[in-house]
């Protein structure tokens, strides 16, 4: 077991590593094969959800960020387009919703790692 989720970790090839799990699943492995690749198959799932969550978190920071810096634009009197400015807040707004949903969805437990909200 131990060989296969090195294996993965260095090629990052998921797909294929669960088709080779799957197979051995089918092939008659015994209770305590079958157990660790579900116990390995439910680590690999929580990894990918907390990689979602980490995307959907920077996308957020992102468009947050882009906001208030064409806020800034604004209030230094520097000519800025009022429709980039509603634009840039439904990109801020979609993301933080996008976020909110996923953990929403997660039951987002404990894992609320860099989710300050910034003004």
């Given at each position: 077991?131990?060989?296969?989720e090195?294996?993965?970790l260095?090629?990052?090839?998921?797909?294929a590593?669960?088709e080779?799990?799957?197979y051995?699943?089918?092939g008659?492995?015994?209770a305590?094969?079958?157990?660790a690749?579900?116990?390995?198959?439910?680590?690999?799932?929580?990894?990918?959800t907390?990689n979602?969550?980490d995307?959907?978190?920077?996308e957020?920071?992102?468009?947050r960020?882009?906001?208030?810096l064409y806020r800034?634009k604004?209030?230094?009197?520097?000519?800025v387009?009022e429709t980039?400015?509603?634009e840039?807040?439904?990109s801020a707004?979609?993301?933080?919703?996008?976020?909110?949903?996923?953990?929403?969805?997660?039951g987002?437990?404990?894992?609320?790692?860099?989710?300050g909200?910034?003004?």
């Amino acid at each position: 077991m131990l060989a296969i989720e090195e294996h993965e970790l260095a090629h990052q090839a998921r797909p294929a590593v669960l088709e080779k799990l799957r197979y051995a699943r089918q092939g008659g492995a015994d209770a305590e094969v079958v157990d660790a690749l579900r116990e390995y198959e439910r680590k690999g799932r929580a990894r990918e959800t907390a990689n979602e969550l980490d995307a959907l978190t920077q996308e957020a920071r992102y468009h947050r960020e882009r906001l208030e810096l064409y806020r800034a634009k604004l209030y230094g009197g520097r000519a800025v387009s009022e429709t980039k400015l509603r634009e840039l807040e439904r990109s801020a707004e979609g993301a933080e919703a996008r976020l909110r949903r996923a953990r929403d969805a997660g039951g987002d437990a404990g894992s609320g790692s860099q989710s300050g909200t910034a003004g």
